[in-house]
């Protein structure tokens, strides 16, 4: 009989390999989470060096107990696998881009599309999962794992529960104050540690999407026309346009006193409100686009429950109004689900589009189209791809291309802070051109309908303040940047009249405080579509009306 050949490879029992996975997370997968708690505690003391020790034995500890229910034998080696590679993806975007792993983010990365997913598929990413994810996979996969019976691995597993409790309680003994400082005043911390964010935060998402769906409510049944319909002197037809803005943040929009002219366009055009002070609510599209069509409000929405119940544009249909949604992003998420949806046909236009995504202004063509066949009373929905990084460059023609020069990058620490504010300063100068323009359109078609314009963004941008770039932030942590929106509002003087909006009185007003909240109401209020969903609280318009 041939003698078996003894493998070069040590043979580990799969709580050891766990154990050894668990430190590899912590040292190689942990830089912001470590420049964070430095940050926080730099080490000038012994006390400060034993403290920085107590986090890291408290960290790999707690990694090591949400690695154990995948130490079972049959499925270790693919279980840690998995999340060796999802880890190191994880930390790259991390590191790279300073966001933070929460269910919500983790609903972000499964909503997306092809499009945003390829503009982030780098060299810098490929090398840096190669490295501290495919590399120790491989050796994962190599490592012989001992056969013991059943009562022994259940033995190890046992001790190794007692050795991690009894290093948390021996951690606890020493450091607990100083440990619960840290993660009470810097609650970030908490979604910095890879890969238990990663697998606390699938965990999270997974039961809320394995729960039911919600019994459906409807709203706004009782929805129709008010007074002000039948009072009006002329017949002409409405069309309400909502643009619904893509990463728009306020402090770049000169209308609101960003030094820069990124407005130029916008500020030309009478009677046209900014508001100031416009809080979103949440910092990514997943959150905030279907809030901002909800009733529910920031503080009650949930994904799940906004599911299942009518939105805005349920209960304009539920009123007679035609309702259509033009898509130039990833999706309505949901919101447009019974009315009509529309994407632009990519055209042979050089200019506009490439082959994966069209600039905004294709939408300028689907709405003139709209208006074109329009015979009835419309709210039309222009959902713009707008500022969405990271690649801002692609974000607008070149001719728009006035702040230079700009980051051409997706990894941001190829360029300077200056360069990536320019090419997002040129968003911003887009974006005012597709709404002027689509006011302009409104204007031109003033013989046919009165016309009205409300935009919003969904959230705003983090663009390199305190090492933050982009957005997603836990809305409890995000800073300003990520929240404060702009929206603005602009009503042909017929409409004005028609539904007695006082335009001197909205400007006067623009500073107060506002949110995506007030959206659902204050549109009702304008288009005076009696419904007890409406509450007139929050209809911004309630108050500067004749």
């Known amino acids: 009989m041939t003698p078996t050949r003894k493998s070069r490879w040590p043979q580990l029992s799969t709580t050891t390999l766990t154990a050894c996975v668990a430190l590899w997370c912590l040292l190689a997968f942990n830089l912001p989470f470590w420049s964070k708690v430095l940050d926080v505690r730099p080490i000038g003391s012994l006390q400060d060096a034993l403290f920085i020790g107590s986090v890291g034995l408290f960290a790999v500890l707690v990694i090591n107990l949400f690695l154990t229910p995948f130490s079972i034998r049959p499925v270790a080696k693919p279980a840690l696998v998995v999340i060796l590679l999802l880890s190191s993806l994880t930390a790259y975007f991390m590191g790279t881009y300073g966001v933070l792993i929460d269910k919500v983010m983790i609903r972000n990365v ?3 599309d092809a499009g945003e997913v390829s503009e982030l598929l780098t060299f810098k990413l490929f090398a840096s999962v190669g490295l501290l994810g495919v590399l120790p996979s491989w050796i994962v996969i190599k490592l012989p794992l001992a056969r013991p019976g059943w009562r022994r691995e259940l ?75 039948q009072a009006a002197a002329t017949t002409r037809p409405t069309v309400t346009v909502i643009v619904v803005g893509e990463t728009a943040r306020a402090a770049n929009f000169s209308l609101g006193g960003y030094a820069r002219e990124t407005n130029p366009e916008l500020a030309k055009i009478p009677g046209l409100v900014y508001f100031t002070d416009v809080a979103s609510c949440g910092t990514s599209t997943a959150i905030s686009l279907p809030c901002m069509f909800s009733d529910l409000g920031r503080k009650a929405f949930s994904a799940e429950t906004a599911k299942a119940r009518d939105n805005l544009l349920d209960v304009l249909a539920t009123a007679g109004l035609e309702v259509t949604w033009f898509e130039n992003n990833s999706g309505c998420k949901g919101i447009c689900r019974k009315v009509k949806e529309q994407r632009p046909v990519h055209v042979a236009d050089p200019e506009l589009c490439r082959p994966d995504e069209c600039h905004d202004e294709i939408l300028l063509r689907e709405l003139r189209g709209a208006l074109d066949s329009a015979t009835g009373d419309a709210v039309i929905v222009l959902h713009t791809h707008g500022s969405h990084g990271p690649g801002y ?15 051409r990058e997706v990894e941001f620490q ?16 887009y974006a005012d051109h597709v709404l002027a323009s689509a006011i302009g359109v409104l204007q031109e078609y003033s013989d046919r309908f009165d016309g009205a314009l409300l935009f919003a963004s969904d959230h705003g941008e983090s663009l390199g303040e305190n090492g933050l770039f982009l957005h997603g932030v836990p809305y409890a942590l995000a800073p300003d940047y990520q929240t404060h929106v702009p929206m603005l509002f602009w009503s042909s003087p017929a409409l004005a009249q028609r539904f007695g909006i006082d335009q001197d009185c909205l400007m006067q007003r623009r500073g107060e405080p506002l949110s995506h909240d007030n959206i659902f109401h204050s549109i009702l209020g304008l288009l005076d579509i009696q419904t007890t969903a409406l509450k007139p ?8 009306r004749r």
Not at 393 to 407: G, I, S, T
């Open 393 to 407: 460059h692609l974000r607008y023609p070149q001719r728009f291309e006035r702040f230079k020069p700009v980051c």
């Open 537 to 544: 609280e929050l209809d911004l318009f309630g108050a500067c």
């Open 155 to 229: 033995l190890h597993k046992l001790v190794m529960l007692v050795v991690t409790f009894a290093g948390i309680g021996l951690v606890a003994a020493f450091f607990y104050q100083d440990q619960a400082a840290l993660l009470r005043n810097h609650r970030e911390v908490r979604s910095l540690l890879v890969p238990v964010n990663l697998l606390g935060s699938l965990a999270t998402y997974g039961a809320e999407r394995a729960k039911r769906d919600l019994p459906y409510q409807a709203i706004g049944a009782d929805a129709r026309k008010g007074p002000r319909w």
């Open 110 to 112: 499964f909503e997306t």
């Open 414 to 429: 190829k360029c300077t802070v200056e360069e990536i504010v320019n090419a997002y300063d040129n968003t911003m100068l």
